[in-house]
C-alpha cells in the first residue's frame, strides 16, 4: 500500500462507547480509503472493555466494512501528549489530522483539508478546522460566549490575534513538524475529574511559530464536538479555569513583576460582588449573569497563577476589596 495523503490520529481513554460512532464517520470520508488511514491510540488502562474495543476494530479490519486503513493501538503509558506523539511516530501520511474521541466528522471532513493544503502557500505548516458544539443537556444561560473555548469549541469569527488551531481538530504538514512533539509535561493524563491539564500542544506550535511558519484556517473542515451534561456545570468551568492557570504557569513562569498587572482585573470583579460574596466567596458565587460569570473565571484563573508563582494571596487584593 502506498503511502496515505493523510494520517488520521484519535487518541481515546475510557470512552469505548463513543468510539464506534467517531470511527464510523471517519471511515465515511469521500476521499477514498487508499488516501488516509486512521490510528485509534487506547490510552485507557488496561481492562476488558479496553481489549473487547481493540478486538471488535480488529474484526472489523478483515470484516464486513473491510476497513484495511484502520488500526488500532493499545497504550499503556499515560497521557494524551504521549498518545499524540505515538500517532505520529507510527503512522506515515504527509498530513497527520489529530480529532477528540468526542468529536464526529463529515463525509467532506477529509477532503476540505485536502483543497486547504491545496491553496495555501508553502509556509502554512498547520491548519485548524471549525469545531461546533453539540451539548448534551441544555445550554446554560450563564454559559459566556468566551467561555466556549474552554470546551474545545472554536469558530474563526471568535479569533484573535496570534491565533493558533485547536487540538480537538487539527492537520499539520508532517515535513513541517520533524523533530518536534507534543509536550509530554503538560495535556490529559487519566481521568478529567483528577486532571484538567492542558496546553500540551505548546512545544508543537513554538516550533512552528519560530521556524517561520503560519497557521491557516478552514471552516469547511468542521467537526461536531460532543459536550456532556457533567462539563455544563459552574463547579467544572471554575475546575478547568483553575487548571488552566497551571498550565500557564507551567509554560509561562509568573514572575513578581506581572502579578502587579493583573490584580487590577480582579479587584474590578470584587467591586461588582454583593457584600456577603467579598472577597473570596465570590469566586464560589452561582451568578447567573454570563459576564460576571466569565469575570470570576478570569479572576479564578489569575488568582491560581498568582498563588501558585508566589505561594500567597496577594495583599493588594485584600487592600482594593
Not at 476521499?31 to 488516509?36: E, L, N, R, S, T
Request: net charge negative.
Amino acid at each position: 500500500m502506498s503511502r496515505p495523503v493523510f494520517s488520521v490520529i484519535l487518541c481515546t481513554y475510557n470512552r469505548h462507547d463513543r468510539l464506534p460512532e467517531a470511527i464510523s464517520h471517519l471511515l465515511r470520508q469521500d476521499i477514498g480509503a487508499d488516501a488516509y488511514d486512521i490510528w485509534v491510540m487506547d490510552n485507557s488502562p488496561p481492562s476488558d472493555a479496553r481489549a473487547k474495543s481493540r478486538a471488535r476494530f480488529e474484526a472489523m479490519q478483515g470484516g464486513a466494512l473491510k476497513a484495511p486503513n484502520l488500526h488500532y493501538v493499545e497504550l499503556d503509558r499515560p497521557g494524551l501528549a504521549n498518545a499524540r506523539n505515538e500517532g505520529i511516530e507510527r503512522s506515515e501520511g504527509e498530513i497527520v489530522v489529530f480529532i477528540d474521541d468526542d468529536a464526529l466528522a463529515g463525509p467532506h471532513w477529509l477532503s476540505a483539508y485536502r483543497d486547504a493544503f491545496a491553496k495555501a502557500d508553502k509556509n502554512v505548516a498547520a491548519i485548524g478546522g471549525r469545531i461546533a458544539p453539540y451539548f448534551e443537556a441544555q445550554r446554560p444561560g450563564w454559559l459566556h460566549e468566551n467561555l466556549l473555548s474552554y470546551l474545545s469549541v472554536f469558530d474563526q469569527d471568535a479569533a484573535y490575534e496570534g491565533y493558533q488551531p485547536c487540538g480537538a481538530n487539527v492537520a499539520f504538514r508532517r515535513a513541517d513538524i520533524a523533530g518536534s512533539f507534543f509536550r509530554t509535561g503538560l495535556g490529559r493524563s487519566g481521568d478529567e475529574k483528577s486532571n484538567l491539564l492542558s496546553g500540551e500542544e505548546s512545544a508543537l506550535t513554538d516550533f512552528i511559530k519560530s521556524s517561520g511558519k503560519k497557521f491557516g484556517y478552514a471552516p469547511l473542515a468542521g467537526v461536531t464536538h460532543l459536550i456532556p451534561a457533567s462539563r455544563l456545570t459552574r463547579p467544572w468551568f471554575r475546575r478547568r479555569a483553575a487548571w488552566q492557570a497551571i498550565s500557564d504557569q507551567l509554560q509561562h513562569p509568573l514572575g513578581d513583576e506581572d502579578a502587579p498587572k493583573l490584580w487590577p482585573y480582579m479587584i474590578d470583579y470584587i467591586k461588582k460582588l454583593p457584600r456577603e460574596q467579598i472577597p473570596f466567596m465570590g469566586l464560589f458565587w452561582d451568578t447567573d449573569d454570563p459576564e460576571l460569570f466569565r469575570q470570576q473565571l478570569i479572576c479564578t484563573q489569575l488568582l491560581t497563577h498568582i498563588m501558585i508563582s508566589q505561594g500567597r494571596y496577594p495583599p493588594e487584593m485584600l487592600e482594593g476589596a
